[in-house]
């Protein structure tokens, strides 16, 4: 079946710094693919979606200044969390389908922490 | 954006079978009905999703309102492994939004 890879799974971070998470499609291609934000004990929140070659589409309310997405082929989406602070500390899981009408793969997830 | 909602939890057997309800009276003619359940600290698992017919797989049935307005998840026959919180979406043109699933509890 698809499987989508996402790394790396936990990451503890300086307030300040940024930090890059990486979604890859193994063995299908994804034109488009999405980010999600999951605080605890809380559903998941959908932040942007991911098109290859062109630029993301963000949901209202998340700044796209602190979250770059860039998917520059079709098998791999970054997110890059710029300038972190606690409150981004959160669960981030991104998802791939081949098309619409079929099941959507979601990675794993990464755990991040803002120290 | 269409919503769907489902209850809080629910509290099934071993080896029973477990029906999840979901509204989704908003439904729109070409949304999909996606199910996906999560375990703690993992991404979401796909179970099932179908247009309008029921639809089977090893995992679930899902059988569908002839409206749409309303779909059930059946777990056969329920395990400890099944015990996760259960989504139901919509997917429309792609995006998922997420409401906020039953937790589903299996006792032995």
């Known amino acids: 079946g698809a499987v989508v890879s996402q790394h790396p799974s936990r990451v503890i971070c300086k307030s300040g710094t940024s930090v890059k998470i990486e979604c890859r499609s193994l063995d299908f291609q994804a034109t488009t693919m999405f980010w999600y934000r999951q605080f605890p004990k809380q559903s998941l929140m959908l932040m942007a979606t991911s098109n290859e070659g062109s630029k993301a589409t963000y949901e209202q309310g998340v700044e796209k200044d602190k979250f770059l997405i860039n998917h520059a082929s079709l098998t791999l989406s970054t997110l890059t969390v710029t300038s972190a602070h606690p409150e981004d500390s959160s669960f981030y899981i991104c998802?791939?389908?081949?098309?619409?009408?079929?099941?959507?793969?979601f990675g794993s997830g990464t755990r991040l922490t803002v120290v | 954006d269409a919503k769907t909602t489902q209850p809080n939890s629910m509290e099934s057997n071993e080896e029973e079978p477990v029906h999840l309800p979901c509204n989704h009276s908003t439904i729109s003619g070409t949304d999909y009905i996606h199910w996906y359940r999560q375990l703690p600290s993992q991404g979401p698992e796909y179970v099932i999703h179908g247009l309008t017919s029921n639809v089977n797989n090893r995992m679930a049935s899902l059988a569908i309102a002839e409206d749409r307005k309303s779909s059930t998840l059946i777990l056969h026959r329920a395990t400890l492994r099944d015990a996760a919180v259960y989504y139901c979406i919509l997917d429309q043109g792609g995006k998922l939004i997420f409401g906020q699933g039953t937790e589903l509890s299996v006792k032995p």
């Open positions: 998802s791939a389908g081949a098309s619409r009408g079929y099941g959507y793969t």
